[in-house]
């Protein structure tokens, strides 16, 4: 099997993967999962569409990630996993990839803070007199 690449976004994180056969091993820009991520649900995001699917020790991945919090990443991550998982076998992998809901770009970005204001959405305290 050739080397299939991928690429998830979540807020302003990016994810490019590359997935080949292999013996389960994470590789996020040359650190192992567990260096990288050390939160254990963060680890659990990363590894849900590999562990839905059922191919926990079938592929290697390599992982770069850039931009965004630690929690925006291990998403991105993850639909970055399962989009490679799709291109690899798509009659095996997508139906059960996309009713866990593995397969949805969640869009939602930070509202930009607007002039005159405190914040986004905040106002400043309005005085009557």
């Known amino acids: 099997m050739e080397v299939i690449n991928a690429l998830g976004r979540r807020k302003s994180a990016v994810a490019r993967v590359y997935v080949n056969t292999g013996k389960g091993n994470i590789t996020i820009n040359g650190r192992e999962l567990e260096v990288y991520f050390a939160e254990p649900s963060l680890q659990f995001i990363v590894k849900q569409p590999l562990e839905v699917t059922g191919t926990t020790a079938n592929f290697d991945i390599k992982a ?10 291990a998403e991105a991550l993850r639909l970055a996993i399962s989009r490679a998982l799709c291109e690899i076998d798509k009659e095996a992998y997508r139906s059960t990839l996309k009713s866990a809901g593995f397969l949805t770009r969640d869009a939602r970005e930070v509202e930009r803070k607007k002039p005159g204001q405190p914040g986004a959405r905040r106002r400043f305290q309005f005085s009557k007199r």
């Open 64 to 73: 770069n990630l850039n931009g965004g919090g630690t929690k925006g990443q």
